[in-house]
Antibody
Framework: EVQLLESGGGLVQPGGSLRLSCAAS????????MSWVRQAPGKGLEWVSI????????YYADSVKGRFTISRDNSKNTLYVQMNSLRAEDTAVYYC???????????????WGQGTLVTVSS | EIVLTQSPGPLSLSPGERATLSCRAS???????LAWYQQKPGQAPRLLIY???NRAAGIPDRFSGSGSGTDFTLTISRLEPEDFAVYYC???????????FGQGTKLEIK
């Protein structure tokens, strides 16, 4: 059974940093791209970032470019996002997501974690 | 950047009725990389439809997707009580990869 389990969320002050993790199991993690998608309270979904299977190709939404860094440790089956210079508008539930349809860039996501809440507030 | 606009706003229907949700893209999606998700309160999104018209694994056949170019539709043929939720469309653009969601349509019980 595929499982994605996010952790690391919490309350952080504006300008602060936080690192989220997503522990994956039930599939060969090193073979698939992974993404982060977020949802502000009461709002819609927003794609944040994606990383390829090997970890050497990454892309970001304009809203987080230069502040967030996605990475992965295939030996630990874990996805990360390092979030720096956090703003109030980064407050959201952050989901990790993937699909096992192919090993390239994914056009959609079948598997989602349960999400972890990040609150940026003083 | 492609913008997805969903309509109608909140949609109020009764169980047993047919629901038709629309997603319009600001530019043509030449590869039909259009997906639909269902989200219930406190839950992660659930993939319903991918490639505009393909049902994801485990999705009941009362859900169907159609459309091409700039106009896409999610149809729920006969609403069940568990279908009342928020629905999002999502598109994928390659080179570089970029993903956009519509603003969502809330399907509520009348």
């Amino acid at each position: 059974e595929v499982q994605l389990l996010e952790s690391g969320g919490g309350l952080v002050q504006p300008g602060g940093s936080l690192r989220l993790s997503c522990a994956a199991s039930g599939f060969t993690f090193s073979m698939y791209t992974m993404s982060w998608v977020r949802q502000a309270p009461g709002k819609g979904l927003e794609w944040v970032s994606i990383i390829n299977s090997g970890g050497d190709s990454t892309y970001y939404a304009d809203s987080v470019k230069g502040r967030f860094t996605i990475s992965r440790d295939n030996s630990k089956n874990t996805l990360y996002v390092q979030m720096n210079s956090l703003r109030a508008e980064d407050t959201a539930v952050y989901y990790c997501a993937t699909d096992l349809g192919n090993s390239g860039w994914l056009p959609h996501w079948f598997y989602w974690g349960q999400g972890t809440l990040v609150t940026v507030s003083s | 950047e492609i913008v997805l606009t969903q309509s109608p706003g909140p949609l109020s229907l009764s169980p047993g009725e047919r629901a038709t949700l629309s997603c319009r893209a600001s530019q043509s999606l030449s590869t039909n990389y259009l997906a639909w998700y269902q989200q219930k309160p406190g839950q992660a999104p659930r993939l319903l439809i991918y490639g505009a018209s393909n049902r994801a694994a485990g999705i009941p056949d009362r859900f169907s997707g159609s459309g091409s170019g700039t106009d896409f539709t999610l149809t729920i043929s006969r609403l069940e009580p568990e279908d009342f939720a928020v629905y999002y469309c999502q598109q994928y653009g390659s080179s570089p990869p970029i993903y956009t969601f519509g603003q969502g349509t809330k399907l509520e019980i009348k």
